[in-house]
């Protein structure tokens, strides 16, 4: 079993940066392979990015590459999200994820989900 709880969210002006984190309880977090997803109102919870269990390969969602980097800590069981020049279309609720196996951008094949953390962009 994983609890997860994001932080950091807010509001920011278009351009700005802001720093996500989910800090995970468990001794097994270092196994789980984990994931960003957010979603805005009216629309699906979409992937945003995603890492390995140790920290190694990372993936992104077309519409993030190049502004966003997905890290993780495992001795303090946290994965962070730094997003840098957002944009009013970045704005969602954003949630982080673990699974244990499956599709890292599928959002059926992850097993455990924090609360989120609203993320505003204004223009």
């Known amino acids: 079993q994983v609890q997860l709880v994001e932080s950091g969210g807010g509001l920011v002006q278009a351009g700005g940066s802001l720093t996500l984190s989910c800090a995970a309880s468990g001794r097994t977090f270092s196994t789980y392979p984990m994931g960003w997803f957010r979603q805005a109102p009216g629309k699906e919870r979409e992937f945003v990015a995603a890492i390995s269990w140790s920290g190694v390969t990372t993936y992104y969602a077309d519409s993030v590459k190049g502004r966003f980097t997905i890290s993780r800590d495992n001795g303090k069981n946290t994965v962070y999200l730094q997003m840098n020049s957002l944009r009013p279309e970045d704005t969602a609720v954003y949630y982080c994820?673990?699974?244990?196996?499956?599709?890292?951008?599928?959002?059926?094949?992850?097993?455990?989900w924090g609360q989120g953390t609203q993320v505003t962009v204004s223009s």
């Open positions: 994820a673990a699974r244990r196996r499956g599709d890292y951008y599928h959002t059926d094949d992850y097993d455990y």
